[in-house]
Structure formats: structure tokens, C-alpha cells
């Protein structure tokens, strides 16, 4: 609606609505059991959106102005019913009621809404100076009254310097140039709908005849918006009409009351907690090139490079205390200073040659004695076990032992491109990259601990087998009863690479010869995804993190690697 020149109002209503149903059998003749499995699943998502917003424009000669009020509100909601059952009399009637059995009755009903307040205004002169300030006001269900409503302004200034009057020289090369700074914050409430409220679920046992429900998650009435706070600083350049772009940004972040689930100790009844969790810090520079080397009537080539180079820290966090995370025997470690995640473990020095190797002098006394696993009353290691670095030095390899060993986090990562065109052929490859990060690869770390019956990897035959044997890996004992395979060094493994991402040749017929065919435009094409690697990683893939934890990552337990994709195309316009 326009309510006078250069003011309109706009509202717009809108809802998505989308059924999702599922099912599967499973014939008994394919099971060793001859048990037939049956399963039934439907979603129902819905979700609203009302937005409204007042927009102003005003030019006047060098002078160019506009604004945005609005306001929106947003809700989801989601409901969903599965059913499972086994052991049915008819195989080929698939309903619930033919099931013998009903393994799996499970209804859920989810929501949450968000409402949104929000301003901009833009400022433009003369196409050289522009200024930009955003203001939102954010509330979401999924935090309580107390903390629903987050406060996210920023602010933006660009200066042209190559349309100064003072650079008219230099425009035969100088094409473009603009500096870029920008600050502002910009919230996250990646939590659960309800998590603030506390979770419960009903037991599948019965007391008394009745369904009993157990508290599952504490309730956190105080949990609120996650906030990031940039500061940006950016360049802008092209040189020779464009033949030369470079693209350079630096900035800080710095993210407080970090939302993450806090391990508990055992005796609260409960695994962990969701909180407003401390405060990280991101500080980084990102530098993108393009060329466009050769450009004639036959042959084009370009060519694009970008990196990155980030490090984090985390600021503070909630009690000042270490937070260790596990999963699959495998530690992370949040500690003030330290980088978010990194590998938390023992320190491997290689391997007892034999029992008479282990050797342990009381720095006090001058005594000699074993090194022992746990405590003085533990087993001492012998021949063919693990020697651990023994921080503090007491004989006796247990948590206290325990040092930053890995990090996951890669020192730059980046990709690179090119293109080359003759004629109506195009060839386009590009690579990406990360270099420094470091891999714990659980899979090979539990498979070596030998709890279950698997294939071990080939470098177990360099084990060690007998006393004088020298190695760095250790003897082979089944269920591992001296944790010689323990979130350790030896299981750390850097996990930089180089990957062709993508190739791919294409062909496009002349104009003159699909006007000939009665066809606007034919093109044929080839292509190949993740065709090479090159790495030193040992595992499948080193583009890798099992772990569905935030605060670990890095981390490899046997996920399945990237297929490598070939794609035949072909375009055809009448």
C-alpha cells in the first residue's frame, strides 16, 4: 500500500504446511531370528509467518535515503505419531493391528513462536559514503520470561575511495576501491523448544498400575539469548578494469552466554544441564583473489584463490573451573585461554620393551619401584604396555596424568579454482584445503582394544610381540585391561588435506548450428565430485567429526566417507 510518495506499507501472511508418512517392512525371511519388523511413521509441520513493514526511500540530488520498520511473528508447530511392531500373521497385511507384538507406541507434539521487532535505516552520498545502522528485538518461547528478549543493533560505514577526486589518476588501474567497517551483534537460540521449562518422559515400567514419568532434564528459568559481538573490517579492490579483484576482511568475535549442555556429576540423577555457558572469542583474516588471466576471442582463463585463517579462545566461562566432555572414550577439554574442544588425554612415549624396562625412581627417597596403573595397589605396566608421561611424577599413570594432547581446530583452510575456456569447451576444477588440524581416530582406537571381534588395521602387525621388541605399538590383549589404547597422543593424527572437490568439461553447441536444429541452446556435460585427496591421514575420510557434541569435534568414529559422484548432464532449449 502506498501511503504517500516514496512511503509504502506491506503485509504479507503466509503458511507452509507439509505431511511427511513413513513406512517399512522388514520380512522375517531376511532376519536369523525369522522375526518380521514393521514401522510407521507421520509428521505434520506447520508454520505461520505474519510480517509487516513501513518503508521509506528519498533521493535528493547526491543525497539518497531509506528506511524499514517492521515487526513479524513466526510460529512452528509439529506433530508426530510412530508406531512399530514384529511377529505378523499375515506378511502380507502391513498394519500395526496384524502385529503380534507392538515394540514402539510414540506420540509427539512440539511448538514454539518468535517475535520480532526491527529498524534500518541506509544513507548513501554520492555513491561514496554509506552508512547503515539495523536495529532487532528478538523474543523466542524457547527461553523464560525473564530472559525471552534479546537486543541486537549494528552499525555499517563504506567509503569509495576510488571515486575520489583525488584518485582520478589512478583509474586506468585502479577500478574499484572501498574500505568496509561494520560492528554489531546478532543472537542464537539453538536450544531445545522446551528446554528451559525441564524435559520429562513416561517409563515404559509401571508403578502401582500407573505410567510413571521421570524428570529427564533440569529446568533452567534463567537461560536466554546466546549474543555475538563483531567487529569488521574489510577492502575492496579491482585493478585493470576487473581483470584483478582482491577481497581482504578482518575481524572479532566474541560470543557470551554461550548455550551448551553442561556435564553433571552422577549423583544429581542427571547427565547434564542446558545454560548460558561462558564466553569464546574468534579472531581471524579471510583473503579472496580472482584473476582473469587470458581473455580473447578463442581461449579464457581464470583463475579464484581464498583462506582463512581463525583462532579461538574461550574468554571465561560459568564457574572459572575446566569443563571435560566425553563420548566413546574420548576427552575434550574447555579451559580458560585454550581453544574450544582440544584433545584432553595421556601423553604415549612408546612402548616397554620388557617387564624389567619399567622403572620408577621416588624423586623424595631415591627408591626404585614399578609404575602402576591407577594407584599403588594397580598393576604395574610390563613388557609390550604403553609408556605414559608421568606429569607429576608420583609412579602412578591415572587422571592426574591427563594433558592437552591435539587440536582440532586447523591453523588456515581455504580453496582454489580455475577455469579455461577454448572455444565452446570449458574445463573447471577446484580444490579445497585445511592445514594444521588434528583427527582423534576413535575407530582405530576402539577396534585396538579388542571388545569386540573385528578386523584390525594393518599397522597392528608392527605390535609388540615379545621382550626386546621395539615399537610404538603396544601388545594386543583382549578388552584391553591396561588401556594402552586410551585417549592418548597415539590415537592423534593431523588431519590436513587437499581435495579436488569438483571437475567438470562441458561443451556448447555454436549458436549457428542450433539455430540450424531448431533449438536455442544445447550444452553436454561431465562431472566428477570428490575425485582426489591427498592426505596423511589414515582413516577413511579427513573431512570427518562423528561426535554430536557442540564442544567436541574432530573427531573420527568410522563415518562413512564422501562418495565420489559422476554426473552426465545435458541441456537442451526450444
Known amino acids: 500500500i502506498s501511503i504517500i510518495r516514496g512511503l509504502n506499507l506491506r503485509t504479507t501472511v503466509s503458511l507452509e504446511s507439509r505431511g511427511i508418512e513413513q513406512e517399512s517392512y522388514f520380512p522375517r525371511t531376511y532376519d536369523s531370528k525369522h522375526i518380521d519388523v514393521y514401522n510407521y511413521k507421520t509428521e505434520d509441520i506447520k508454520k505461520y509467518l505474519w510480517e509487516t513493514t513501513l518503508t521509506y526511500r528519498k533521493k535528493v540530488r547526491k543525497h539518497s535515503f531509506d528506511a524499514v520498520l517492521g515487526c513479524s511473528f513466526q510460529r512452528n508447530i509439529n ?33 514454539y513462536a518468535m517475535n520480532s521487532y526491527f529498524g534500518r535505516a541506509n544513507y548513501n552520498f554520492d555513491e561514496k559514503y554509506l552508512i547503515s545502522a539495523t536495529l532487532r528485538v528478538d523474543g523466542s518461547s524457547r527461553f523464560g520470561s525473564d530472559s525471552r528478549y534479546g537486543f541486537f543493533p549494528s552499525v555499517s560505514l563504506g567509503w569509495r575511495f576510488s571515486a575520489e577526486e583525488f584518485l582520478r589518476g589512478a583509474s586506468s588501474w585502479l577500478t574499484e576501491g572501498k574500505l568496509r567497517l561494520s560492528a554489531g551483534q546478532t543472537g542464537n537460540q539453538s536450544v531445545g523448544n522446551y528446554t528451559w521449562l525441564g524435559e520429562y518422559a513416561t517409563s515404559s515400567s509401571r508403578y ?43 575481524y572479532i568475535k566474541l560470543t557470551d552466554d554461550l548455550l551448551f549442555s553442561s556435564p553433571l556429576p552422577s549423583h544429581t540423577g542427571f547427565g547434564k544441564r542446558s545454560e548460558n555457558f561462558g564466553s569464546i572469542s574468534n579472531k581471524g583474516i579471510e583473503l579472496s583473489l580472482q584473476t582473469i588471466n587470458i581473455e580473447t576471442a578463442n581461449w579464457g582463463w581464470k583463475t579464484n584463490f581464498n583462506i582463512s585463517f581463525n583462532r579461538n579462545r574461550i574468554e571465561s566461562l560459568s564457574y572459572g573451573e575446566d569443563v571435560i566432555y566425553s563420548t566413546n572414550d574420548v576427552f575434550a577439554l574447555a579451559r580458560v585461554g585454550e581453544p574450544v574442544g582440544v584433545f584432553y588425554g595421556w601423553r604415549a612415549l612408546g612402548v616397554y620393551e620388557s617387564d624389567a624396562a619399567n622403572v620408577w625412581t621416588d624423586p623424595a627417597t631415591g627408591e626404585t619401584r614399578k609404575v602402576y596403573k591407577g594407584s599403588t595397589y594397580g598393576d604395574a605396566f610390563g613388557g609390550g604396555d604403553m609408556k605414559w608421561d608421568d606429569i607429576n611424577n608420583d609412579g602412578i599413570i591415572n587422571d592426574d596424568d591427563r594433558v592437552i594432547i591435539g587440536n582440532p581446530h586447523p591453523d588456515f583452510i581455504g580453496g ?120 596423511n591421514y589414515s582413516g577413511y575420510d579427513p573431512e570427518v567429526n562423528t561426535s554430536t557434541q557442540t564442544v567436541i569435534t574432530g573427531l573420527d568414529n568410522g563415518a562413512f566417507p564422501k562418495s565420489r559422484v559422476y554426473t552426465l548432464g545435458v541441456k537442451l532449449i526450444f
Open 79 to 111: 506433530k508426530a505419531v510412530t508406531l512399530s511392531g514384529k511377529n505378523f500373521m499375515d506378511e502380507t497385511l502391513h498394519v500395526i493391528q496384524n502385529a503380534a507384538q507392538w515394540t514402539k507406541i510414540y506420540q509427539s507434539a512440539s511448538e
Open 208 to 250: 502401582d498400575g500407573e505410567v510413571a514419568v521421570t524428570n529427564t532434564a533440569l529446568s533452567n528459568r534463567t537461560l536466554g539469548w546466546e549474543t555475538t559481538t563483531q567487529y569488521n573490517a574489510g577492502l575492496d579492490l579491482a585493478f585493470l578494469r576487473g581483470r584483478i579483484s582482491l577481497t581482504a576482511d578482518a
Open 416 to 535: 582454489f579454482g580455475t577455469s579455461l575456456v577454448y572455444k565452446n569447451f570449458t574445463l573447471d576444477a577446484y580444490f579445497s584445503y585445511s592445514w594444521g588440524n588434528d583427527i582423534i581416530n576413535a575407530q582405530r582406537l576402539n577396534r585396538n582394544k579388542m571388545t569386540n571381534i573385528s578386523n584390525l588395521e594393518t599397522d597392528a602387525l608392527s605390535r609388540w610381540r615379545k621382550d626386546g621388541d621395539v615399537t610404538d605399538f603396544p601388545k594386543l590383549v583382549a578388552a584391553d585391561p591396561m588401556e594402552n589404547f586410551r585417549c592418548s597422543t597415539f590415537s592423534i593424527e593431523d588431519g590436513s588435506y587437499i581435495r579436488l572437490k569438483d571437475i567438470s568439461l562441458s561443451y556448447s553447441l555454436p549458436e549457428n548450428v542450433c539455430k540450424k536444429l531448431k533449438m536455442k541452446q544445447f550444452d553436454i556435460s561431465v562431472n566428477a565430485s570428490n575425485l582426489l585427496t591427498w592426505t
